[in-house]
Structures are given as C-alpha cells and as structure tokens.
C-alpha cells in the first residue's frame, strides 16, 4: 500500500507521543490508521474496517460508554467513512454528542454530523432543538460552533425556527460571531431566498461593519444579490467604489495582506460586484473608472495573486461601459497573461482572450502565433480553451482552417460554426467527418441540428446541398459501413429516406438495397434500425416486391417495435390510398403554440387547476413555521391553511384517533366542512357526453349547507356545463356520429360528495352499446363513499328511459404506492406536517415478522416498501392523483409502531384504519 | 467552491468537504473519477481543469493532492490561493505540515477548514484571525483536560 506512510511511520514514532492529552483519547485511531497502512489488500482493509465498524457498533449502544469515549469513537466512525464504508448508525450518536456533550465533545458531535448529514437528512430534525440552544449559549465558542454547522448544513424547513436568533447575531460585539452569522444568512438566502427577503436593511449594516472580516462576508450576499437584480443596487455603487479605493489604498489592518497585497479576495469581490453594476450603464461606469485604474496600476508585482485581481479587473472593465484608455491597459494584460510562460497565466490569459473577443475580435489578431502554438499544446485543458476562442472568431474566411483544428481534437465542432461554411460539397464532407470521427460522443443535439439546417432551407436553394449529401451518403453507404457510428448511421438514413428522390438518376432498388444491408448487420443498434425503417417507409412506391421480402424477413424479430413497424410497411406498400393518406409530401406542419391542448387546458382550469406558470415566475412555498419547539415543526405545504392550526378540533383529531368507525364519521363532517367552508370548492365530476339532444344534467352542490346534506340530482344546466359540452364535442367529434341511440349520462355520488371528484375520461360509442369511462379521484379520504348514478337513454325523440345505479367505494381503493428512494422519502418526511402515531398488530408467524407485516400490507393496500433496515421499515403511498402519505414502521416488542405522515390533515387516520383492518384480516 | 478533496499520491481520500448536497453514492463517483483525472496529469500541466460543468483547480503539495471544484464564472487563480492559504494555515498550526498530520488529526484539520471557509465561500482570510479562533477553541480543550486530571 502506501510505501511513504509506512516509512515515515516507522521514521517518526516520536509524532504520537510528543502529542498531550488529546493523543491519549485518539489512540484507537492512531491503531486503526496504523493497522491499515499495514495492509497490502483492499480485501484485508475490508475486513478489518468491518471489525471496526462492528466494535464501535458495539461501543456507542453500551450504555456505559462516556461523552469522552463517545468523540474518540466519532473520529473513528468519520476516518471509516472517509475511507469509503458505511458508519450511518453512528449518524444519530452524532446528534447525540452535540446535543449532550461538553463543548469539547460537541465540536466533535457538530463536524461529524456537518460531514455525515445531507441537508436534507431527515436526522437533522433532532439536531434543530441543540442549535437553537447553542445559538443562545453564553458560551461563545457554542454559539460559534451552531453557527457554523447552521452555516453548513442545515434543513430548509427549519430555517425560521433559528432565523431570529441568527439575526440578532447581526448585532453582537463579537467580530467573528457577526461574521458567522452572516455567512449562515448567505447560506439561507441560497436555499430559501425569500425567508430572508425581509433583512436587507440588515445586510446593509453588516457591509458597513467597522470589522473588515464582517464587511467582507457580506460581500458573498451582495454579489449574489445585485447578480439577480442589478438595478436594486445601484445607489451602493460609490460604497463599494470607496471600499475599494480603501482597501487598495492599505486602510486595512495587515492581517489582511496576503503576500504584502491587501485584502485580495475583498478585492476580487468588489471587482465583481462593480462589474454587475457597471454592465451596460454607461452613468454607473463612469463612477468606477477611476478606481478600475487604479487597481490596473496597482497589481504590479509578479505573484499569482496579483493576477488573480488583475484577471477580474480586465473582465471588469471589458464588462461595463467602454473606456477607450481602460480597454488598452486591460489588453495589454490579456497580451501578459497569454504570453507567460507560466502555463496557469496562459490559460487565463485565453479565457481572457476568449471572454473580450466578442467586444473586439481583433485583439485575437495580435496573438495569433501564440494561440497557434497552443493550439498543438500538450495539455488538454489549454487545448481546449483555444478551440474555444477559435470557436469565437470564426467567420467565413478561417472556417475552413478553425474547423480542421477542430477535428484534429476529438472532433470538437460546434455545428453553429459550419454556418459559415464557403461551399455545399465542403460542408457535407466535413460533416461526414464529423460524424465518422466523432460519432456517438457527439451532443444529442449535433445531428439534430444538422438535419434541421438541411430541412429548414428553401427547396429551390437547398436542394443542391440535399442532392449533395444523397450523394455523398450512397457513397459512404457503398463502403464498409460497420465501424460507423450510430449516429452517422441515422443521419444518412433520414437524409435518404426524406431526398433519395430529388436524385433522379439514383436507382430507388439500390437505395433500398443499401439500407436493407443496414438493416442485416448486427453492430446496428435497434434504435437506428427504427431510423432505417423509417427510411425505408418514406422512399417512394413501386419495389413492393423488395419491401414486402424485408417486412416478411423482419416480421419474426425479437424486437416488437421493429416487428410493428415492418408490418405497417407491409401495409403500406400494398395499400397506395392509405399510403398516400400517410405519407403526403411535404406535411410536416408543427403547431408550437400547442393549440390542440387548449382543450384539455381550459378544461383543467374549470377543474381547479392552477393557471401554468413560467419556472421564474414560480416563487417557492413560503414556509410558515409559527412554532419552532412544537413536535411537527415543519408547515410548508399549502394543503394546511392558517385556520387548520387554529381549529382545536382538528388538532386533536389528527393526532389520536383509533379505528373506531363512529369516530370515524364525525372526523369526515369536520373534513367536509372544512373543505366547503374555505374557498366554496366545487368540485367538477359532471360527464360530459357526445353531441346529445338535450343537455346533459349537472349536479352541482351549490352551497355549504347543501354539501353536508344529501345531495339530490337536479338537472340543472349551467353555462359552465354548456361550455365543458362544447368543448367535449369538439374533442369527441367523430367518435359518436351516426349513433341512433343518444344517451345522456349521469353521474353523482352521495353526501360526501366533497371527497369526490371525477372527469369522464373517453366514450366509444358503437351502434346499439357505448361504453364510458369516468375517472374518480378522492379528494378527501373517508372510509366509505357510496356512489350513485344513472344513465338515461331515449329510445325514440322525447321518451327518456333512466336506469340507476349503485356503488360503494373506500379509500383503499384510491391509495397507490409512490415509488421514492430513501433519500427521497427522507426530503418528504420532513416536509409534512400531520402525523399520527399507533401501535399495530405485528404478524408474528414467520421468520421475518417486520417484512411479512410490511408485505401483508402492501399485498392489501397497494403500498410501496421503500426500505427495510433492520427492526425499521420505510413505506410510502399517494391518494389517486392526490396527497402523499409516508409510514414509518419500527418493531416495538410484539407491537408495530406506525408513524405516519401526509399534508393531508385526515388521511393517515384512514390509511392507519386500513392498515389495522387488513391486518386484522390477514 | 462546491467542494473540496485532499488525497494522497496514492489515490487515497485524506479529507472532503462538500458544500453543495449530493448523495453518497455520487460523492464517491466524483471522487473516484477526479482522483484518477488529476493523477494522470503530468506536473507541468495547468493546474485547471474542466470537468463536466465544473472547473477542477488542484495543487500537490508534497505527497498531498488539494483539489476544488469551482463555477466556471469563478475565479481558478483566486481558488489557487485559497488552496493556498489553507496550507499555510494547517503549516502554522501543526508546524510544517506532513501528511501524517493530516492523516492522524483529520479532525482538526477540519476545524481550521471550518474557520477559513464556511458555506463554500472564504470566511476569514486573515491568517492571525483564523489561527486564534482555533487556538480559543483548543484551549478551551486544555483547560477541561487539566480540570478533569
């Protein structure tokens, strides 16, 4: 293994005892890391981690194990899983130890649990309570430490439980406690910007904070700030301009200076932020050209750090309104930059040069001989960026040369750059190269964007670029074609079967043969035998002898896509009307306002649906959380209003509640109630039917009082009702016509109609039958929904026959498993809010009780087993289209104790009821 | 930065600290396959490279590798110094660092990582602010030791 380690190992056995105290309690380490060094096997390493692991498995769940003992154990647990190996039971010690431990042992607790924990880990949940305690810790190393982890990894969720103890931080005497508190913000204002929307002023505060290390902070939030909305900023332009000026005029402490320069990452950040600021504002730009001098001037001495601060000041000032006198002292950096034999330098100075040739193509001029050079440059990295600029400054006089360079690497052609290309046989032959060389690590989008450039031209104009790639294809395709790439091979079989014809000397039986070759060969993948086929399809009639040998040679292929599509072809080459139906030349028309859907669109938004939403106009569920220390601390989803909280009997509800069916009943008036009080929902379940002669009936409980009564049918028909029917025609149209009998359905449940809700989904109708299918979805669960119906019918104008009809529905019915992993489920748990907590039945007559459980119930309830880790057992389920619900099952004695949660505030009650009775069954 | 590793000649994994969340699955894949990139290049070669959408910025110190993954709007000379700095401050704080010191105190080599960057970004870039801040730290650990001897 690793010879040096060994020999200074044994060279330096003085290291470990020359170390006080704290050697002492990582001795066991110091074995451990010992002990591997040793080893000459991954095998042997795993096996001795795995004792490991089990020893320290052994060590935190004895109880006599001390806080003391406990951190020497965490460190042992992080070097395990640094090496690659899973510790994750010790992840909840590590809560622990930052929750009980001595500051000592919390430092060690905190770094463990920042190392092990995602942000979305569900364990840190437990570690809010100790965060919040150490925030208000007298201690300031503790509240240093909270700050930090907080800083690092903390819940999105639980952001406003510690928010206003971070904010108050703001304003403490203690420089490095200010400066942790503002990192935490920036942090939070990453993941969850709008919960610190409302503490600018604050920030504001921080950048004038007397300490520099707290004003530099803040700089992190400004940036990204004033990168979202420059224009709110700009009135801090002349602070940031006389902070610069400061900190470049040597105003800071020395402390600062690294390298004898000042404050450069202070610099750095402001150069950025004044390069936000100044971008296309000529007023703002001017306020800063002095200092920009300035800094050009000062970032004399030959040190990378100088650089660094001379390389933001050159895109600083090639970013913001143009200074003659500026540009040319930033050129003559770019020249300092791309000539240094520092190979670092150089390749800044190309991304330099790369960044400023859009604004003046010439200053690429002046190094030409150097960018040739490193064009041929041993190091991938410089080679690239290269390509990069060249890709920059290609116009229609370098194509050809840039584009050769390009393919000599790796074939990295930008399609976009062939647009300049001086003539059609130049093109086609490069892109063949292209293809060939490049091949299948070519973007999805290449060949894509190639055919579009073929397809979208004028015929008149193009057709000579297409005949050229026919051309060129059979060619290709005439040679070995069995080392080309997929890719390339799908191209030419688009380019053939869509222009094969434009060539009139071509023989149509030879194209035919050609991809037919394709087709025989086994390095074609089956994706591009669809292409082919394809292909195949669109090449004009008249060899049905050669087509029909081929779909009778594929029709006893494995693949059933390929089967399916030679038996069309075979269709297709004997039926010339149908053919010519399918096929019309040149049809291709693409509707991209999507007007087709308006239909279903409207009629989703009749239906309750929220209106579409770009994603940046989408802002985030504002997370309310209203009490930091209660059990379910996190309310973020939108399913449970203000007045849930606030409704005694809901609360209550939704936390103890056994499988009695009375109480049952009486939790689902609360619910109905609950739901018609709101916003007056009204839930749309009304079918809508074919061209009728009468308007269908809608049953539409008008109003609250209505809707805890039973609800009668009453053929009412609204002119919301006469619309959906408009739009169900248009959209049915075709399927009902000729029909002798007319029928108008009806549909409508009982008194819990609320919980319902359901669409027709599609009528076929034939002569004398019409079949119809509704889709239900259960909005609020109960145990029992009874449903009602009927169908009417005339037989002849004016006599309507009714037929009623009767069903009963239970939640179960509308519960589907939610497939999540763990990590997902554990993103999810956090985010709900209702949880209930019972003791089931275990079925203890197999091996594997928790599994057999767990299976008995997904085997009744159609749940899904996310995880089964030792005694615990993860499930999730959803509602049919409608709110999630999560279990979590631990064996507890002869006992299984669920734990669920949903955000709906009734459901785990039913699914917890569902669960006991199927149990109860088994 | 989105996330830093420290390895060894050897390919083996000394420290990593990830600021952005993935999981461990795809912590493990990044890593193998950055160790094995930069290994493979030869010392004269720039010390950046680009990896998927990311910019690598790596530096071997002696037998140890420090590498960072930044923003392509970063800045890699910037990131060089950070990389930098960092190896001064665990030089000051163990005395002419080694490996060894890290292998042996990953722990504290953290904590000072802790001190300098939070949240992926550079926290105290003053070297005396930093060392203190640990020095306080630890000495609150000596006291407790000598309380409890």
New interface residues.
Partial sequence: MSDVVEKTLTALPGLFESQTGAAKITNRLRQLIKSITELTSKHEEENLIKRELSAIKEQVSSPNTTMKQMREIMVRAMYCEMLGYDASFTYIHAIKLAQQGGVLEKRVGYLAVSLFLNEGHELLLLLVNTVLKDLQSTNLIEVCMALTVVAQVFPKDMIPAVLPLVEDKLSHPKEIIRRKAVLALYKFYLIAPNQVQHIHAKFCKALSDKDPGVMASSLHIYLQLIRESPDSYKDLTGSFVTILKQVLGGKLPVDFNYHSVPAPWLQIQLLRILSLLGKEDQSTSELMYEVLDESLRRAEMNHNITYAILYECVKAVYTIHPKAELLEKAARCIGNFVLSPKINLKYLGLKALTYVVQHDAKLALQHQMTIIECLDHSDFTIKRETLELLFRITNAQNVTVIVEKMLDFLCYVPIKTLTFAPDNSWFIQTMNDVFSIGGDLLQQDDPNNFLRLLAEGKPEEDDQLRLYAVESYLTVLKGHTSHLPQCFLQVMSWVLGEYAHLQESVDRREVIRLLTQLLDQRSVSSETRVWILSALTKIPEGQTDLILDLAESLSSSQDTVLRQQAQELRHLSQDSQLREWVLVENSCAVDSSLSFLDGFVSEALAAGAAPYKPPHQRQEELSLNLEPYSFSLPVSLSSCSITDRQSPTLLSVSSGLSGNSAELSTLILEGVKRVWGKDGYLPQKEATAPPVDEPSAAVQPASQQEAAERIEPRPEPSTQNQDKQQLASSLFVGLGVGSSVSLVRKLFYDGFTASLRGNVMDCLEARSTSVCHYALLMDDPHTNVSLTGTVSYQTQPGHTNTLPFSGTLSTADFIRPLVVTTEEYGKLWLSLSHDVKQNLKLLTDAGDPLRTTLNALKDALQLHVVDIIGSEGIVACRLLSGAPCLLHCRVNGAALAMWLRSPHPALPDFILYHCQRALAHH | MQFMLLF???G??????W?V????KEK?KITRELVQTVLAR?P???????WRDLKIVYKRYA?LYFCCAIEDQD????T??IIH?YVELLDKYFGSV???DI??N??KA??IL?EFL??G?????????VLK?IE??DL???V??LATA
Wanted: with cysteine; charged share 35%.
């Fill in positions: 060894s000649r050897q083996k994994l000394r420290l990593q600290k600021y969340p993935l999981s461990d493990k030869k004269k070669m720039c010390s950046f490279l680009e037998s800045n890699e000379l910037i060089l110094e700095r080694c490996e060894l292998i042996f990953f722990e953290y904590f802790d939070l949240g970004e550079a926290q105290e870039t003053s070297k005396k602010n801040a306080q730290a609150l650990q000596e407790r030791a």
